[in-house]
Nanobody, 129 residues
Framework: QVQLVESGGGSVQAGGSLRLSCAAS????????MGWFRQAPGKEREGVAA????????SYADSVKGRFTISQDNAKNTLYLQMNSLKPEDTALYYC??????????????????????WGQGTQVTVSS
């Protein structure tokens, strides 16, 4: 099993930046990839960014390309999401997730929540205009 705990959320004005962290514990070496997802009120959860733990390859949703950067620190078992140029539409509960079954080997599933088995509790990001 893998336990995930997000932190770093908060309130920021449009144009500002935040860095989210996700501390992983447990059977972390089994994670094939890690991802960040978000869910806004009244909307479905959507994939934001993902990183393959082996080669560091990344995927991003079109809505965040050029603004968000996903990274990992394997020594600290921590996943990060650097969010710059934030917009009000980025307001959501942000979750990190771990794929331990290798489903994201199918690249089309990199940002699909059904490919991820373990989830954190989420951290709230609010962007005001």
């Amino acid at each position: 099993q893998v336990q995930l705990v997000e932190s770093g959320g908060g309130s920021v004005q449009a144009g500002g930046s935040l860095r989210l962290s996700c501390a992983a514990s447990g059977d972390t070496h089994s994670a094939y990839s890690m991802g960040w997802f978000r869910q806004a009120p009244g909307k479905e959860r959507e994939g934001v960014a993902a990183i393959y733990t082996g080669n560091g390859g990344t995927s991003y949703a079109d809505s965040v390309k050029g603004r968000f950067t996903i990274s990992q620190d394997n020594a600290k078992n921590t996943l990060y999401l650097q969010m710059n140029s934030l917009k009000p539409e980025d307001t959501a509960l942000y979750y990190c997730a771990a794929d331990t079954l290798g489903m994201t080997a199918i690249q089309a599933l990199a940002l699909s929540e059904r490919a991820y088995k373990y989830w954190g509790q989420g951290t709230q990001v609010t962007v005001s205009s």
